[in-house]
């Protein structure tokens, strides 16, 4: 008798078991893994309608050591009497501290990130940056008093930039180039802009513009990484360049070439897509896309290089951003001059509207998506400010399209959330129906017809 009663106790443990509020007494076999014995305990206190809460318990002890998994409780001399607490499997054991100092010192490195010179470098890249568009606009003011020695120092801090830009090619710091080369174009535009000594017609719009375009061709060459982002330098000097040109042509015709140029704009967005997907030469990665590499009948698959694609698909990436964001802040630009156009234009501002929402549905990237909602938010906000300001009895319109737009967010973004399939039709029909309407509405709205 007495040898059964040593082998019964061997064999289970009387143990109590703590969970949160609960508590129960268990007769545990001592002889199995730990490991095979939680999910029964947490059946029997935490889940047990819950097979996925199975994962992600532990076993420990009231000083907090955490049971092993892997052996039994005999082998971790656990008896009867034995007091466990169910708990939630954390990422790392809880430490304990003698002193409060080596607490605090845990504390600061799990909470904050170490100043590295790389930090350093970005602050200087930023300070840089901020300092010299501050320096711009005043010397943009200082023309009629300082003369030709604005446009003069435009033209030598650019040069400068320029050169430190190349001096951070060479040690591969890509970012800060980038942004010291937008800074750049933005010194060259003003250079242009002030380089006449009084405005003849829209003169200095031209030469800005110029200058912006020459300025970001020239980063377009020196940048080795992101060098997609000088288009952004590019898409706006061209736009305004343009614009600038056929005014001085035209004569007084300001606002029909915004209009014009807002309506090409629109066009551009809507075929942004394929535009980039043509630019990043992911086709040239798919041997079906390519008759004259195509493989015969039988042969083996050609295998795809998968950084190729990559590196292919972060160029067209870019190039979309890059574009999208110089076409949206031209449209921004351009709005006043368009809206001052009469009704046909606000036309066209509520079908670039149409493009860059709907158009988000095309998009994966969570900063592709906020940035054609952010651009539709600013174009609206301007349409409506120029609205208020050059047709203050259109009123009534402008807050009625506000509250249906409001309602539209509320119901759509915020109650229903899920996009039915019909809703994703009516989407392609309006948005096909807005680039239809774009260049129609740019004719009426510039009375050429």
Not at 429 to 441: D, F, K, L, Q, S
Request: hydrophobic share 55%; proline share 5%; charged share 15%.
């Amino acid at each position: 008798m007495t040898d059964v009663a040593e082998v019964a106790a061997n064999t289970f443990v009387r143990a109590t078991v703590i969970y949160e509020d609960k508590k129960a007494d268990l007769l545990l076999p001592g002889a199995l893994p730990v490991a095979e014995l939680i999910p029964t305990i947490i059946r029997r206190l935490a889940a047990p309608n819950q097979p996925a809460a199975l994962r992600g318990f532990v076993l420990s002890t009231a000083d907090g050591t955490v049971v092993d998994r892997s052996q039994s409780l005999n082998q971790q001399n656990f008896h009867n009497g034995a007091i466990f607490e169910l708990t939630h499997r954390t990422p790392e054991t809880q430490k304990r501290y003698d002193d409060v100092v080596e607490a605090v010192a845990d504390a600061v490195d799990s909470t904050n990130r170490e100043w590295t010179p790389t930090d350093s470098a970005g602050l200087a890249c930023a300070g840089t940056v901020v300092l010299l568009v501050a320096a711009t606009v005043l010397l943009i003011q200082a023309r009629p008093s300082a003369g030709i020695l604005v446009p003069l120092t435009f033209a030598g801090l650019a040069a400068l930039l320029f050169g430190v830009i190349w001096v951070l090619e060479r040690a591969e710091r890509h970012t800060h180039a980038v942004a010291l080369a937008l800074t750049a174009c933005l010194l060259v535009g003003g250079a242009g802009w002030t380089f006449m000594p009084a405005p003849v017609a829209q003169t200095p719009l031209a030469l800005s513009g110029l200058g912006l375009a020459l300025a970001g061709g020239a980063s377009l060459v020196m940048l080795s990484e992101w060098r997609e982002l000088a288009l952004i330098p590019v898409v706006l000097g061209t736009t305004f360049g343009t614009v600038g040109a056929f005014d001085i042509v035209l004569g007084d015709h300001q606002d029909r070439v915004a209009v014009g140029a807002a309506a090409v704009l629109c066009v551009l967005l809507l075929v942004l897509p394929q535009l980039a997907l043509r630019t990043s030469r992911l086709e040239n990665n798919d041997p079906l896309l390519r008759p004259m590499q195509r493989p015969a009948t039988g042969s083996a698959t050609v295998a795809v290089s998968g950084e190729e694609v990559r590196k292919n698909y972060l160029r067209g990436r870019r190039t979309l951003f890059a574009v999208r964001i110089a076409a949206g802040a031209a449209l921004a630009l351009l709005t006043p001059w368009v809206v001052a156009q009469g009704p046909w234009s606000l036309v066209i501002l509520g079908a670039l509207l149409v493009i860059l929402t709907l158009g988000s549905r095309t998009s994966f990237g969570r900063m592709d998506v906020m940035s054609q909602y952010v651009l539709a938010l600013v174009i609206l906000t301007v349409a409506c400010v120029s609205v208020a300001i050059l047709h203050p009895l259109w009123w009534p319109v402008l807050v009625i399209v506000m509250c249906v737009l409001a309602a539209g967010l509320i119901a759509f973004g915020l109650v229903i959330g899920a996009t039915p399939p019909w809703m994703r039709q009516l989407a392609d029909v309006v948005e096909a129906t807005a680039g239809i309407v774009i260049i129609p509405a740019a004719v009426l709205a510039m009375r050429l017809w």
